[in-house]
């Protein structure tokens, strides 16, 4: 049986794999260059999420470092989820890989219920 990886977890696996330790620290030093706000998100200094540059791939800083940090990898389908719905927010305790669907479902509750503090 032949396993088909897409780009993006073809990326994810080399990176996890092979180059771990310096994916790590770069994940580290994002997050610590931001800064924490009172809903306890560390928000990058930028106008829109921020994105990293990486052995040759650019992603999303927080879907770079969710992935490092937790080890998981994703397919080109899956994206990381901000629980607290702030986009610009890179707190690893914050985001949680999900499908597309589950990313708009996370908007329309956010939208119809504003944000769920039990996830902060
Ligand atoms: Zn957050």
Not at 62 to 74: D, P
Not at 85 to 111: F, V, Y
């Amino acid at each position: 049986m032949v396993v088909y990886e897409d780009e993006s977890e073809q990326w994810f696996r080399d990176v996890l794999e092979n180059h771990e330790e310096e994916a790590r620290q770069r994940a580290f030093s994002l997050v610590e260059e931001g800064h924490t706000d009172e809903n306890g998100c560390i928000v990058t200094p930028t106008a829109y999420p921020r994105k990293v540059i990486f052995h040759g791939r650019q992603t999303y800083a927080y879907r770079f470092i969710h992935c490092v940090l937790e080890g998981e990898i994703a397919g080109r389908d899956q994206v990381v989820r901000h629980r607290c719905h702030n986009r610009l927010c890179i707190n690893p305790a914050h985001l949680a890989l999900g499908t597309q669907a589950d990313n708009k479902r996370d908007d329309w509750e956010n939208w119809a219920g504003g944000v769920d503090f039990d996830f902060l």
